[in-house]
């Protein structure tokens, strides 16, 4: 009848994933440490269970957190589609032939560096957990040297962003992937020291796994990211800023040694 709401449920997507969902993925799990030939196979066979019960939620919940996103963290907005991170493994020079990811995830890079460099937004669901992540996780040299040297003028303030009591409560600081000394042409006294032999800064969480079925998920992954982005923040603006500065005093140092040291002892200290 005219002006009667249809009550038909929506085909769309819900942002959460589903018991079915994790239902796959335990079966692909299974398929996977199989003859990698009979997890293609298996895996060929259901791709439509793949799409249905696994891509397409996904994408809804990258959809629904990119949307807050656009809030707190417009550089790192992307599409949906371009966030996701394929199943298939790149096994060509790895001894484990496993041909799929044992869980899905997305990342969310700086819109000014490259998809997977820079500090950036990350989470990942398996059968067992659920992964949030937000930082720089293995950045390349001169990435490395560029965020270095920024925490060395600037680590009271990071230090500020990490020790806020809400994030402190939401999050713990992933492994640093430390260095046993200082890197080549940082002062072993240095008041930052132990933030400068880092290799990658960030922050993460471990949720059960049920968390990502609640219709409340994409929610939560938004809330996190978004006490999590001023750290994301500065970590980019540090990588950023040599950029927009070529000609700093400090370039020679980007490539792995400083003002009147000869190259050939730094690399093991990067």
Known sequence: MPGKRSTAPSSAPKAHLHPESLTFLRALIRANRKDPLV?????????????????QPMLAILTAVTAEMEGFAPAHVRPPEKAFFRIYRDTRFSADKRPYKEHVAAWWSHR??????????????????VVI???????????????????AENHIRFR?????????????????????????????????????RCRQWGLSCTLPV??????????????????????????????????????????????????GQKPGKSAKNR
């Open 39 to 55: 997890a293609r196979e298996w895996f060929a066979e259901h791709k439509p269970e793949w799409e249905a019960k696994v891509k």
């Open 112 to 129: 000014d560096l490259e998809k997977t460099s820079g500090a950036g937004f990350y989470f990942h669901v398996s059968p067992l957990e």
């Open 210 to 259: 049920d968390e990502a079925l609640s219709p409340r998920f994409s929610a939560e992954i938004a809330r996190r990211f978004r006490l999590a982005a001023p750290v994301v923040e500065a970590l980019n603006d540090a990588i950023l800023a040599p950029a927009a500065e070529p000609e700093q005093p400090r370039r020679r140092v980007l490539f792995g040694f400083g003002a």
């Open 160 to 196: 500020a962003l990490l020790d806020r009591p809400e994030l402190r409560r939401t999050f713990s600081e992933f492994e640093g992937n430390a260095l046993t000394r200082p890197p080549a042409g940082f002062a072993p006294d240095h008041p930052a020291v132990d933030l400068l």
């Open 133 to 151: 992540a937000a930082g720089a996780y293995m950045p390349g040299k001169e990435q490395l040297a560029a965020i270095r040297h920024w925490l």
